[in-house]
């Protein structure tokens, strides 16, 4: 192998690698744009827009590795989350744990399903795939702190549906084309 193939092959693992990097730093820059809700312990913000941007840019799998960085960096006590919650380890178990959980499984259906998506409703279809794991992670959190379903819904849906699927609109129009990307 000569050292310009050796340089041709090494070099999508490292744009790979700097778009997983690049996104977790996104993500968390998007965490500290929080708005709080009254009624909900759940705040605005613009993590569905990265979340689901992640998956549909970098394909699937790499998008979930960006989003699982996130998490670990977070986990580890690094300030990536949004500044509304508790610190940590500690924040997987609050009333946002649902949607963090979500992220890695939310950039991995928008990514997998944006790979098809030839238009723009298409890729719009596949980040509001996304967004919906991030919201239903974040209701099955939520139902498992309050007890109820019922009381879950309006802390965990009710209030993000509209503002979500414009994100999501939003990360349909800044993703290329399919043809243009690769499934890594």
């Known amino acids: 192998m000569t050292t310009s193939t050796l340089a041709v092959s090494r070099r999508p ?52 590795a960006s989003m699982m960085l996130h998490l670990a960096a977070g986990a580890l006590g690094l300030p990536v989350f949004s500044p509304y919650g508790a610190p940590g380890l500690a924040r997987f178990f609050g009333p946002t744990g649902g949607y963090l959980f979500a992220y890695p499984v939310a950039a991995f259906v928008a990514g997998a399903l944006s790979l098809r998506a030839r238009s723009l409703p298409g890729r719009w279809l596949a980040a509001l795939a996304g967004i919906a794991v991030l919201l239903l992670g974040g209701l099955a959190q939520l139902v498992i702190l309050t007890g109820s379903l019922g009381q879950a819904l309006p802390l965990a849906i009710h209030p993000f549906v509209a503002l979500d699927a414009v994100k999501a609109f939003i990360a349909a129009l800044l993703v290329p084309k399919s043809t243009q990307r690769a499934p890594v």
């Open 13 to 64: 693992s490292r744009v790979v690698a700097i778009g997983i990097v690049g996104f977790a730093v996104a993500l968390a820059l998007a965490s500290q744009v929080a708005i709080p809700i009254p009624g909900t312990p759940v705040p605005i913000t613009l993590q569905p827009l990265v979340v689901v941007l992640a998956g549909m840019w970098l394909g699937p799998v790499a998008g979930a």
